[in-house]
Every structure is written in structure tokens, then in C-alpha cells.
């Protein structure tokens, strides 16, 4: 019970009394895919005057940039002095540009390389959920040497085990939530451009493995559901980080349960800490200790210990 409150509790919160982000102007940089040409990007950027550090916020499954969990930690760079970017990743936005998936590095790459954010000395970016394991899978091969650490929260490691736990009855509640999240971008796409999967059959899709094999699946090219997540899961990959990285498990995750991550994070390189934490998904207690600051609470602690590296 206590993980169903402290997933619903903050977001519930959240729309009742939304946090204020901090000021921030409109960013947008532009990549090339090679399938759909260009994709635009957008985001938040908040600077402060001097700031020559920047951490890069990336939401989760379903997500956008003002989800209560990307706010607060917007909020939390903000009273260490830090400047961030709230990344939408593709369509997030319901720009209608394009979808993205679990695996999908290129739009943290772009954002990394936008001229934008060329002033910055040091760079760190914080993944949630989904936004999490795409945050590991781009610090396996990373392509910026301003980024200094990496720290993922509730990231779904394993990508077949997740799915097969969201996707029980016992988690129809989420799974509705974000599947209705991912077809509002998945409409957005189709009004502009020609989808793989008519927009009907999209409608009855009921499971993410099912949202995954007619939309993920055909759009990025994979064989099949099982070649998408056999090839993109970071977990038998965490070996493979070249950051310094810090990951935070819940231990009473409803949407990424602890026994689909436990197994991936028993044996770890030096410079790779895991934390677990009592909470729900990307929800935690106020004032929350993972003893890596003095600070109280996830998102100053996070801060904390990224600036160490």
C-alpha cells in the first residue's frame, strides 16, 4: 500500500497544487533521423546568472517535462545554483515530430550538442523512469566530455521483465495512465505524417508489450518485441557505463518492481553506486536519506553526489 501512496500521493499532489518550476525560457534543437528526417526537439532551459553547470532532466514513459518528479528536481538544481534543461524527448511535446523508446539515445546526443548549451564546463544528467534507462544506455558509449556523472531513478533495467510486470492486472491503474500518454503523441505523429500502425488498431492496444510490437517495434526497426528489449535493456549492460553513475531503485516500486531490477545490480564496477530507497515510482517521502549529502530529500542528494565526480 505504502508504494501506491508514495507513487499516486506526489503526482496527485502534484494537480491539485502544481510546483512552480523555475523561470525558464523555451529551448529547441533540430537532429536528422535517418528513417523520418528532421526531428525537433524542445525543452526548458532555466540559467542563472554565472552558472557554468548544467544538469539535463529526462522524464519517463508517457511523460513531459512538467511531471511533478522533473519539476522538483528543475527546482532542486535551482537552490544549488545549477542551470537545467527539462528535455522533452521526442513528441513528448505532442508536436506530432516522432515517438521515441527505451533505447533511443540520439535525442539526449542532439541536445548535448546544441549550441545552446555550449557554455557550459560540467554537464550531468538525471533520468527517471524510462528516461532513466535511456540515460544508462547513453553513458555506455558517451558522446559528450562535459558530462560528468549520471544518475538514473526507477529505471526499469530490464525491459522484458518490467514490461511483464506492468502489463498484470494488479497494474491496469499505470499502465492506462501511460498508455494513454503515448497515444496522444502517437495521434500527434499520425495527423503528419504516415504511422506504421493505423490509428484504431493503436486505440485497443491494452499492454505496453502490445504498444511496443505495433508502434516500437515497426517505427525503430527491430525484428521483433523480444529483439527490442534483448538488444536495448541496460541491465546485463551496466559493465558497459564509461560514467561515474549512480542508480536509484525503490523498494516498493508498483510500475518497476524490485525483483525485475535486484538481479542487475548485485555485482557492479567500481564507479557505478546503486541506492536502494523506501518509496513508490519516482515518488518519495519528503526529507528522504540516501546518504550521499547533507542536504534532506532525493533530488539535493542526487545533485550532491554528481558534483563529487
Known amino acids: 500500500m505504502l508504494g501506491h501512496l508514495w507513487t499516486i ?4 499532489r502534484h494537480r491539485l497544487l502544481p510546483h512552480a518550476a523555475p523561470a525558464a525560457t523555451a529551448w529547441s534543437t533540430t537532429l536528422h533521423d535517418r528513417r523520418v528526417g528532421p526531428v525537433r526537439l524542445t525543452g526548458a532551459l532555466a540559467r542563472q546568472p554565472g552558472a557554468r553547470e548544467l544538469v539535463v532532466l529526462v522524464h519517463g514513459l508517457g511523460g513531459a517535462i512538467d511531471s511533478s518528479y522533473v519539476i522538483k528536481a528543475a527546482r532542486a538544481a535551482a537552490a ?3 542551470d537545467s534543461l527539462r528535455l522533452s524527448l521526442r513528441g513528448a511535446d505532442r508536436s506530432g515530430e516522432d515517438f521515441y523508446h527505451a533505447g533511443l539515445v540520439d535525442d539526449l546526443t542532439a541536445a548535448l550538442q546544441s549550441p545552446a548549451l555550449a557554455d557550459y564546463a560540467r554537464v550531468y544528467v538525471v ?3 524510462l528516461g532513466g534507462h535511456m540515460t ?3 553513458a555506455m558509449a558517451p558522446s559528450d566530455p562535459r558530462v560528468r556523472a549520471v544518475a538514473s531513478v526507477c529505471a526499469p533495467l530490464d525491459l522484458a521483465a518490467g514490461c511483464a510486470a506492468i502489463d498484470q492486472p494488479r497494474s491496469a491503474v499505470y499502465r492506462a495512465h501511460v498508455l494513454a500518454g503515448l497515444r496522444e503523441i502517437y495521434a500527434a505523429v499520425a495527423a503528419r505524417r504516415p504511422v506504421p500502425t493505423p490509428m484504431p488498431a493503436i486505440h485497443r492496444v491494452t499492454t505496453i508489450r502490445a504498444w511496443d510490437r505495433l508502434a516500437v517495434v515497426p517505427r525503430h526497426g527491430f525484428c521483433s518485441v523480444d529483439d527490442y528489449y534483448a538488444s536495448e535493456s541496460a541491465g546485463p549492460r551496466l559493465r558497459a557505463l564509461a560514467l561515474p553513475t549512480l542508480i536509484v531503485a525503490a523498494t516498493r516500486d508498483p510500475m518497476v518492481p524490485a525483483a525485475t531490477v535486484a538481479p542487475h545490480l548485485r555485482e557492479l564496477p567500481s564507479h557505478v553506486s546503486a541506492r536502494w530507497v523506501a518509496g513508490g515510482h519516482v ?3 519528503a526529507g528522504v536519506d540516501l546518504g550521499l549529502g547533507d542536504a534532506p530529500g532525493l533530488e539535493p542528494q542526487l545533485l550532491a ?3 563529487r565526480q
Open 127 to 129: 533520468g527517471f523512469s
Open 136 to 138: 544508462l544506455r547513453w
Open 305 to 307: 553526489w554528481l558534483r
Open 9 to 12: 500521493g506526489p503526482n496527485l
Open 80 to 82: 544549488a545554483g545549477l
Open 283 to 285: 515518488g518519495f517521502r
